[in-house]
């Protein structure tokens, strides 16, 4: 079922995006694409926030907890502001993902809400990570996979979340990752809503079938795909298979959520440092 939109609403969307998606100054060896697909039931725009600053080559998600909506308030309000404090260390050139993180959980300290996070950044020939909860990263090289974070949660359906009534801390608690990129190698990073949905067959099929696109098309059509399996209650999706194991009581099929992801291809590598040395001079 479709939901018509308000003109309110696209104005939010439009803006949101506007402020958080800078692909200015942007170097040629990296191709970025984003999408997002809020939960249909939700009569405004979903708990899920992202950023990209491709000067900075830095990408971040963040996914609110819904049940805040519950108890009245905004469950978007928390995401939002860590989002906002993250790109702010970016922008004043912090390179550690885990310190961006901590940073982000520092200054949104006052605001009621929880919510998880994943902080990429790109430094020369590497890509470093750091993942709170069920939000999620993985590298697909040579159409496999390369690398994946770990989905942290304290029970099945219930993610490692920072936030007004969480004593859990980036900077004890994140997962952090670093790894050699290689041209070619296509990082996809997304909210539970997209690792709920598809399996790593379903997200390097997408990939395979859009190599010669952008990565914008290959984020829409990752997206899509993800959004169509939520609505199937008749298939296996990896939140079916990870709800049976748990003894967790679910219907089957997909879950509906709200779908947030960032694709980063790597075009080309960085130039080599230059490592020669001007002679000494003997005084």
């Known amino acids: 079922m ?3 939109r ?11 995006v506007k402020t958080h998606v800078d692909l200015k ?7 970025y694409g984003y999408h997002q697909v809020f939960h249909p039931g939700k009569p405004d725009a979903g708990e899920d926030t992202f950023f990209i600053n491709a000067q900075y080559r830095a990408i971040a998600v963040f996914d609110g907890i819904g049940e805040w909506r519950r108890r009245g308030i905004d469950a978007r309000a928390y995401p939002l502001k860590l989002c906002d404090t993250a790109l702010e260390a970016v922008q004043d050139n912090e390179r550690d993902p885990l310190e961006i993180m901590s940073i982000a959980c520092n200054g949104s300290k006052g605001i009621d809400g929880t919510s998880t996070a994943c902080v990429g950044v790109f430094e020369g020939n590497e890509f470093k990570a750091a993942n709170l909860g069920d939000s999620a990263f993985v590298v697909i090289r040579d159409f496999s996979l390369h690398l994946r974070s770990k989905s942290q949660q304290i029970k099945f359906n219930v993610p ?3 936030g007004s009534t969480s004593n859990i801390v980036p900077w004890e608690k994140a997962d952090t990752y670093k790894t050699t990129i290689e041209i070619g190698d296509v990082i996809v990073m997304g909210s539970d809503g997209l690792f709920d949905n598809l399996f790593i067959e379903d997200i390097i099929k997408v990939i395979k079938k859009n190599w010669d696109s952008s990565a914008q098309k290959m984020s829409k059509a990752m997206g899509h795909k993800a959004f169509v399996k939520s609505k199937n209650r008749k298939i ?10 748990s003894e967790y009581d679910w219907p089957g099929g997909g879950k509906m959520d709200d779908i947030t992801l960032v694709i ?17 001079l003997d005084l």
């Not at 308000?6 to 949101?16: A, E, G, P």
């Not at 980063?264 to 000494?280: F, G, I, Q, W, Y």
């Open 25 to 31: 100054n942007a170097s040629s060896d990296i191709d």
């Open 6 to 16: 308000s003109n309110t609403k696209k104005k939010t969307i439009h803006s949101f």
């Open 2 to 4: 479709s939901l018509r």
């Open 236 to 245: 296996k999706t990896p939140f079916s298979e990870e709800a049976k194991a």
């Open 264 to 280: 980063a291809r790597v075009k080309s590598l960085p130039p080599a440092p230059d490592m020669t040395r001007s002679p000494s």
């Open 160 to 162: 490692y979340q920072m």
